[in-house]
């Protein structure tokens, strides 16, 4: 069981920056993609940044440019750092982890942390 601890979230003034970090209980090397999602209240959580473990990157139109994500592999931490933040980036940010454990693809969550961008 893979367990995953978001910090980072805020109030931040439109212009700011944050930086979310998403700490995970094992080597994040042995996980074959991480991610942030964002949810509003009503919608569906929506893909915001992954990262494979090949070294690959894929973001949303939305914020590319303005957000990165990042993996630390001796801290087993994955980092989301939002520049330029817009009150449209208000939302609930939550980070995935995808791991292959014997030939399935499981799936994790963390409980979420809280960005609010006032303009």
């Known amino acids: 069981q893979v367990q995953l601890v978001e910090s980072g979230g805020g109030l931040v003034q439109a212009g700011g920056s944050l930086r979310l970090s998403c700490v995970v209980s094992?080597?994040?090397?042995?996980?074959?993609?991480m991610g942030w999602y964002r949810q509003t209240p009503g919608n569906q959580r929506d893909m915001v940044a992954i990262?494979?473990?090949?070294?690959?990157?894929t973001y949303v139109a939305s914020v590319k440019g303005r957000f990165t994500i990042s993996r630390d592999n001796a801290e087993n931490t994955v980092y989301l750092q939002l520049n330029s933040l817009k009150p449209e980036d208000t939302a609930v940010y939550y980070c995935?982890?995808?791991?292959?454990?014997?030939?399935?693809?499981?799936?994790?969550w963390g409980q979420g942390t809280q960005v609010t961008v006032s303009s």
């Open positions: 094992e080597s994040i090397v042995s996980i074959d993609v």
């Open positions: 990262s494979t473990n090949r070294g690959s990157t």
């Open positions: 995935k982890a995808i791991k292959n454990q014997f030939g399935k693809l499981n799936t994790y």
